[in-house]
């Protein structure tokens, strides 16, 4: 059985989103989620709010798990589908990051810059991964 990386760009990007995935887990329970433990805020609220943070958490693990393995296929024309469906989604979901802290407090777009250059990062290093040519590739 003779595995090889195909695509580096790939695997760079899956581990980052990886590395992504238990940062914002991390982040998300020792620092943003312990907030919400306020006597103001309902526990359906905070359970909610639990769940939210969590999806992006588990989204960031699915996309990573989804670039090493990708990483590895020999014909990446099969797989260039979903890498720029993910960059989409990073891509939108970046725009409401900075539209929604624009929209309620322009002064905190700030707090987003290392969030924002994160994510540049890791939708160039996929965007490099599907620009591989086939010569590249073996």
Excluded: C
């Excluded at 905190?108 to 010569?135: E, H, N, P, Q």
């Amino acid at each position: 059985m003779n595995i090889k990386i195909t695509n580096f760009y790939y695997l760079i990007a899956g581990v980052l989103a990886i590395l992504f995935a238990f940062t914002h887990a991390w982040n998300g329970q020792s620092a943003v989620l312990p907030t919400l433990n306020i006597e103001t805020i309902s526990v359906g609220t905070q359970t909610i709010f639990t769940y939210v943070w969590h999806v992006i958490t588990v989204e960031n693990l699915v996309f990573g798990i989804a670039f090493i393995y990708m990483s590895f296929q020999t014909d990446q024309s099969k797989i260039q589908f979903s890498a720029w469906l993910i960059v989409a989604i990073l891509i939108v979901r970046l725009m409401a990051i900075l539209g929604v802290t624009a929209f309620f407090d322009v002064s905190g777009l700030k707090d987003t810059i290392i969030d924002s250059i994160a994510i540049v990062i890791y939708v160039a290093f996929i965007i490099l991964g599907t620009r591989m040519k086939k010569k590249q590739l073996k």
